[in-house]
């Protein structure tokens, strides 16, 4: 009983404690992502050496048991310790790779079965050329003598603290990269079309908001392109600082470009004008910051507080593209959908670099795939507004040029659209009818009825004459009781039927207030003829007609001869 009892007792200390010495890394197998085979130490010093760190016990290593090593933000530099398996009879090479792009430094050494030292060391802090393939991540190339190899690692950085090392063949990783170079290439040349596109847009409209959008886009490429090491690689080889500083100034220009968008495409100076200026504010207060953190704090207070940055201003703009769409702004539905995406992307990649969520690749890339959709919606909304914007517009220009009362075309709308009418008549040696009437004593209806009841029968004959002419007809109320229809592809006598036609309707109308008003309508007509040089000489033979239907008695129709001008 007592043996059992002990053997039970080995039995549960081995597995809590059996992966203190994980497995020897195979070689004869790709190899991602091994966090799990680590054993990891950290030097609150950043300054031991290697022949310090040999000296520790396994005692002072703990194993790493994700697949990769998250620590947030740290001054702290840890070393790392696995072995490696060679089972063949040869050297393998070996390629190590460590992601993300923006790590500082990597110090490493291998020490062969036969207890030979090779070290290397890269990163970010270092030129581009020295490395051993000409990638965005750091990478080291080692051949490994048959047997078990131990590899130290020392990795420093100043950015939030993450590590992904993976031992691969050349063939194996350039086979995965051409999968990535070919998602790059989608992604980077789709965000460069939809730039241009919207930079061409804004040299065509003059819209601010397409500017700002231009930048937002132009910021989250810079920003991306240099965490992700692109810029490094064919950019900044050279200048490893600039690289460097490049990461978090792009956050910071990032985060102001998406408030100024924001504010534009919201259009807050005019709707909500507190909230436009606590956003200015917070502008402000981004860049102050920005300079402030780079001078007192240096590099790493400057990344750590663009990425909380981040997320408040993502959650920032959310807020106040929901704030905006609540109020009845109708061009807020689709920016607050890309709204969304973006703050849900940027929150889950803050908190998995700032060790709060288990380090994925999807929750790494979040902030990217948040941002797509985000770029995605952000495109429709910019349409959508344009679309708000035109039926504006066009509703604007349409009340400028329709009367109030009658819903018939004005004195204003009749100059523009008499002029074409007329141009195109003279161009295709078309006909063209004018027809001009007005309410029979008008004046005696409003001083004995009111100017309501003169209102009410204005409006009366405004829907009459829109009910009874051509889709391609134009009426006008040229002020007073004063009316004018033009008839394109219409001679006089035809003129004078649509002309009675209105007469009868306007004489047979009853105002249901005052069923005992007669309303009746005299008329003028006149047909285009070679003499009329211009549009408002037809029309004043229009405007004799009537003078002559008023002068015969009124509620009749008058047509000037065109056979008897000279």
Known sequence: ?????????????????????????????????????????????????????????????????????????????????????????????????????????????????????????????????????????????????????????????????????????????????????????????????????????????????????????????????????????????????????????????????????????????????????????????????????????????HVMYSIILVMFVSIYIFAMALFSWLRGNRSARFFLLGAASGLIGAIITALTVLSFIPFTYVTYKANDFGMYIDIILLSLALSDRMKITLEKKLIAEKAAKTDIITGLFNRRAYYEISEMEYQRLIRHKRILSVMMFDIDHFKHINDNYGHSTGDKVLKSVGSIVKNLIREHDYAFRMGGDEFLVLLPETNDEQASILAERIRKAIENYTLEENPKLVITASFGIAQYTQKDTCIEKLTRRADEALYQAKKAGRNRIEIIDRFAIV
Not at 282 to 293: D, E, G, K, R
Request: charged content about 15%; glycine content about 4%.
């Open 1 to 301: 009983m007592q043996k059992t009892i002990i053997l039970l007792l080995l039995f549960c200390f081995s597995l809590l404690y059996g992966n203190v010495h994980p497995k020897a890394i195979d070689l004869s197998v790709p190899n991602y992502a091994i966090g799990q085979s680590l054993l990891e130490y950290e030097d609150t010093t950043a300054s031991m050496t290697l022949p310090e760190v040999r000296q520790l016990t396994t005692d002072n290593f703990k194993p790493q048991n994700n697949t990769v090593a998250s620590h947030s933000f740290t001054n702290s530099a840890f070393w790392y310790q696995f072995k490696v398996l060679n089972k063949e009879n040869r050297s393998l090479p070996r390629y190590m790779f460590f992601e993300p792009a923006w790590i500082d430094s990597v110090n490493i050494t291998v020490i062969s079965p036969h207890g030979q030292l090779n070290t290397y060391q890269g990163g970010n802090i270092y030129p581009y050329s020295e490395r051993e393939m000409d990638h965005y991540l750091t990478n080291f190339k080692h051949d490994f003598e048959p047997g078990i190899s131990t590899v130290y690692l020392q990795v420093k950085t100043r950015d939030p603290f993450i590590v992904s090392l993976s031992i691969l063949e050349e063939s194996v990783f350039l086979a995965e990269q051409s999968k990535e170079s070919l998602y790059i290439g989608l992604i980077y040349g789709g965000i460069a079309a939809m730039l241009l596109y919207n930079l061409f847009l804004f040299f065509g409209i003059k819209q601010r908001y397409y500017l700002y959008y231009v930048l937002y886009l132009g910021a989250f490429f810079v920003m991306n392109a240099s965490y992700n090491g692109y810029t490094f690689m064919f950019l900044l080889g050279d200048h490893p600082a600039v690289q460097n500083w490049l990461q978090s100034i792009a956050i910071y220009a990032f985060s102001v470009t998406a408030l100024l968008f924001s504010s534009s495409f919201l259009n807050l100076s005019k709707y909500h004008k507190r909230l436009y200026k606590i956003t200015s504010y917070l502008i402000f207060l981004i860049i102050v910051m920005a300079l402030l953190s780079a001078y007192m704090g240096g590099y790493h207070y």
